[in-house]
């Protein structure tokens, strides 16, 4: 099959390669790719909502090279909604003066046609556009948790469970995502009356408490060669121009991963059993969200 043209929310749309093997250890093809977004988007649009959106593409499958896309595809379609955002500048993104151009997902027409291009994970900031496309406070406050081996998931489970309490002496309730890739992710939603910097501020301060009580568990330093057999907590994607893979977002790993909302108390069985708390595929994260609805609300 080497293309199909579709029409979804009234856009015509032409669909390419669907029988292209994607994920070749399990065989996982565009086609079944697509399918997962269009099942899992009455949950994740409303996480995509009014949010510059950067890409990652994979388009010969996660065992070709891949690339970052943040600018709008050459050949976008015109009713593809965009908004330009102040840069001081950006890797592998077009410039527009002092501008990049961002698309935003405000549908299913949108995530069909970038989702066809071989866009297996969706990255988004911390902050919505207004209905300028101005960029708005944070909304949100996030930390990945990113294990150095030999630590792994229980170990970030382990420190995600500081970082809840943490936060919770801060007043801000915490939600885990399990990644999709290695280690966990944690939001916490804010009512967007503090900047980015602010906020980085708060998510360092966090961090580097952690790492002062738990210095042979945690460390808050970028340093890769300090992370062995440690948790890093990395406060840094809540920066201004920092993404975060969203909630509901395939990976590009061997696996169909998803970056997965879970409950607290799989991050506490997580904690003791190596078992309790893995990486979820896609066909797992449907299977929850048709039993319990969308867990990455407050």
Not at 238 to 253: D, E
Not at 274 to 296: M, S, T
Request: charged residues 25%.
């Amino acid at each position: 099959m080497s293309e199909i043209w579709t029409e979804v929310e009234g856009r015509r749309l032409k669909l390419s390669n669907l029988d292209k093997v994607l994920y070749p250890q399990t065989g996982t093809t565009k086609g079944e790719v697509l399918d997962y977004y269009v099942r899992i988007a009455p949950v994740l649009l409303e996480h995509l909502a009014d949010r510059a959106v950067t890409r990652i593409r994979w388009p010969h499958g996660v065992a070709d090279a891949s690339f970052f896309e943040k600018n709008v595809p050459a050949g976008a379609p015109s009713w593809l909604r965009t908004v330009r955002v102040p840069t001081t500048g950006s890797r592998g993104a077009s410039r527009h003066g002092d501008e990049l151009v961002f698309p935003v997902i405000d549908g299913l027409a949108a995530l069909t046609y970038l989702v066809n291009l071989a866009s297996l994970e969706v990255h988004v900031h911390q902050w919505q556009v207004d209905a300028s496309g101005r960029p708005r406070n944070p909304d949100r406050l996030v930390i990945d948790l990113d294990p150095g081996e030999p630590a792994g998931l229980p170990e970030c489970a382990q420190v995600a469970l500081m970082v809840r309490d943490k936060l919770a002496e801060r007043d801000l309730a915490a939600l885990p995502v399990t990644s999709g890739s290695k280690g966990l992710h944690l939001y916490a939603p804010l009512d967007a009356s503090l900047d980015s910097t602010e906020v980085t501020a708060i998510a360092r301060e966090v961090g580097e408490e952690l790492q002062a009580a738990h210095p042979r568990l945690v460390t808050a330093v970028m340093t890769k060669a300090r992370r062995a057999g440690k948790v890093f907590l990395d406060w840094s994607q809540n920066a201004g121009s920092k993404t975060t893979v969203s909630p509901y977002s395939l990976r590009g790993r061997s696996r169909p991963y998803v970056a997965t909302p879970r409950t607290w108390a799989e991050v506490e069985a997580g904690a003791d059993d190596p078992l309790a708390l893995e990486q979820c595929r896609f066909e797992e994260v449907l299977e929850r969200v048709e039993e319990q609805g969308d867990l990455f609300v407050s």
